[in-house]
Each structure stands twice: as structure tokens, then as C-alpha cells.
């Protein structure tokens, strides 16, 4: 797990939606996010079999952090179960909030989980 680094595929959205035509800009940032999938877990190649395993076991590494389980329990009420919800906290459109809670986690802080559930209680 490789925690050492930020995440700039929401930015780079933001910085460049106005400059650009849309389907460039989420071609470009769809690359970037996954490139930071694979950098977070250490891979070589995007495969969603292996991504999603990775994801479950990340999960039972880090479930019993409070703040998680405080957000699996918001999360499980809107899309049920708890593995499949974390999971979702890995799309493009939460990874970039989610990831700094598993950088806090990782270097043994209490995450911030505040802005997470709000944007998913929208």
C-alpha cells in the first residue's frame, strides 16, 4: 500500500473543465485516477478483479477504525452492504475524499470523515 502521495485527478478536472472540451478532460482525468488506483495498491495493470480484491482486503485491514465504521454505517443505510459501500468509496467520484482518511488511517491518525458523508448524504 502506497500512501506517500496526493491525489490530482479532481483537480485536474476542476483546473481544466473550463479550458477544454468535457470528454477530453474526463479522458484525462479518468487516466490519472486510475493511475492512482494502481499506485495506492501497488500494481502494474488495471484489472478490476485484482483492483476489487484489493479493495476487500484493505477493508478488513482497516474496518475496525471507528471513523470507518462511523462511515460504513452511513454508507450501508443508503447502499447496503458494508463491502460494496467501502468499495464505492473507491469510484472517481468519492476516491478523492476517501483517500486522505486511508493516508490518516495509515499514518495513524483519526481521519476526517466529515466532508465524505456530507457530499454522500447529498
Do not use: W
Not at 32 to 45: A, D, G, P, S, V
Not at 61 to 74: G, P, R, V, W
Amino acid at each position: 500500500m502506497d500512501v506517500s502521495f496526493p491525489t490530482l485527478y479532481k483537480r485536474t478536472e476542476i483546473m481544466y473543465l473550463g479550458e477544454f472540451e468535457e470528454e477530453v478532460v474526463y479522458a484525462l482525468t479518468e487516466d490519472i485516477y486510475r493511475q492512482e488506483l494502481l499506485k495506492l495498491f501497488k500494481l502494474e495493470f488495471f484489472e478490476l478483479e485484482t483492483v476489487d480484491k484489493k479493495v476487500e482486503e484493505l477493508y478488513d485491514t482497516i474496518k475496525e477504525n471507528e471513523q470507518i465504521q462511523d462511515l460504513m454505517t452511513t454508507m450501508e443505510n443508503i447502499y447496503g452492504d458494508k463491502v460494496f459501500s467501502f468499495a464505492y468509496l473507491f469510484s472517481y467520484d468519492y476516491f478523492f475524499l476517501f483517500y486522505p482518511c486511508i493516508q490518516d488511517i495509515f499514518n495513524n491518525k483519526n481521519p476526517d470523515i466529515s466532508e465524505l458523508i456530507e457530499k454522500i448524504n447529498l
